[in-house]
C-alpha cells in the first residue's frame, strides 16, 4: 500500500512540475515585454565591459602601463613611485571580469614595495587602498555611463 501511494504521489509530482515548466516557458514568448536597453550596460565591441575599462585606464593613468588587453581585461601597470615617497611603490593589476558593469565584474590587486638599504622588500597592502581604488573606478564607469545614456 506504501509504494501505490508513493508512485501516485510521484506521478503528480511530475505532472506539476511538467506543468509549471510549461507554464513558464509559455510566459517567455510574450511580445508585449519591455526590452532592456543592453547597450547601457553591457558593450561587447571589446570583450569586457567598455564602462570599466575606460574607468580603469583613466584611474591608472598616471601610472606606468606594462601590459593592457581589452579583450581578456587586464591591467597591469609597472611601478608607479609618488614624487613625494621615493621610498615605496606601487604596482596594480586590475581584471575586469564581466561585460555588465557591476561592482562584482572587477578585481583589484595592489603590490608595494618600500626600500630598505637600496633594496626593494615586499610590503603589506592596505585592503583600504585596494577598496578606494575600486571605488574610484566604479564611480567614473558609473559617470561615464550616465554620460553616455543622457546623450
Same mark, same amino acid.
Given at each position: %500500500? %506504501?509504494?501505490?501511494?508513493?508512485?501516485?504521489?510521484? *506521478? @503528480?509530482?511530475?505532472?506539476? +512540475?511538467?506543468? %509549471?515548466?510549461?507554464?513558464?516557458?509559455?510566459?517567455?514568448?510574450?511580445?508585449?515585454? !519591455?526590452?532592456?536597453? +543592453?547597450?547601457?550596460?553591457? @558593450?561587447?565591441? @571589446?570583450?569586457?565591459?567598455?564602462?570599466?575599462?575606460?574607468?580603469? #585606464?583613466?584611474?591608472?593613468?598616471?601610472? !606606468? %602601463? #606594462? $601590459?593592457?588587453?581589452?579583450?581578456?581585461?587586464?591591467?597591469?601597470?609597472?611601478?608607479?613611485?609618488?614624487?613625494?615617497?621615493?621610498?615605496? *611603490?606601487?604596482?596594480?593589476?586590475?581584471?575586469?571580469?564581466? $561585460?555588465? +558593469?557591476?561592482?562584482?565584474?572587477?578585481?583589484?590587486?595592489?603590490?608595494? $614595495?618600500?626600500? $630598505?638599504?637600496?633594496?626593494?622588500?615586499?610590503? !603589506?597592502?592596505?585592503? /583600504?587602498?585596494?577598496?578606494?581604488?575600486?571605488? @574610484?573606478? #566604479?564611480?567614473?564607469?558609473?559617470? +561615464?555611463? *550616465?554620460? /553616455?545614456?543622457?546623450?
Amino acid at each position: %500500500m %506504501m509504494t501505490s501511494g508513493h508512485s501516485t504521489f510521484s *506521478r @503528480i509530482g511530475r505532472v506539476g +512540475l511538467v506543468a %509549471m515548466a510549461a507554464l513558464a516557458l509559455a510566459s517567455c514568448g510574450g511580445k508585449d515585454r !519591455p526590452k532592456a536597453d +543592453l547597450a547601457a550596460s553591457k @558593450i561587447t565591441t @571589446i570583450g569586457v565591459n567598455s564602462y570599466l575599462w575606460r574607468a580603469s #585606464l583613466e584611474a591608472l593613468s598616471f601610472m !606606468p %602601463m #606594462l $601590459q593592457t588587453d581589452s579583450n581578456g581585461g587586464v591591467i597591469v601597470t609597472d611601478w608607479y613611485a609618488n614624487p613625494s615617497n621615493t621610498g615605496e *611603490r606601487m604596482k596594480v593589476t586590475v581584471t575586469i571580469l564581466d $561585460q555588465d +558593469l557591476r561592482a562584482d565584474a572587477l578585481r583589484v590587486a595592489a603590490s608595494r $614595495q618600500v626600500s $630598505q638599504n637600496g633594496v626593494w622588500v615586499d610590503a !603589506p597592502v592596505q585592503a /583600504a587602498t585596494v577598496q578606494k581604488l575600486e571605488d @574610484i573606478i #566604479l564611480t567614473k564607469a558609473r559617470d +561615464l555611463r *550616465r554620460s /553616455a545614456v543622457a546623450d
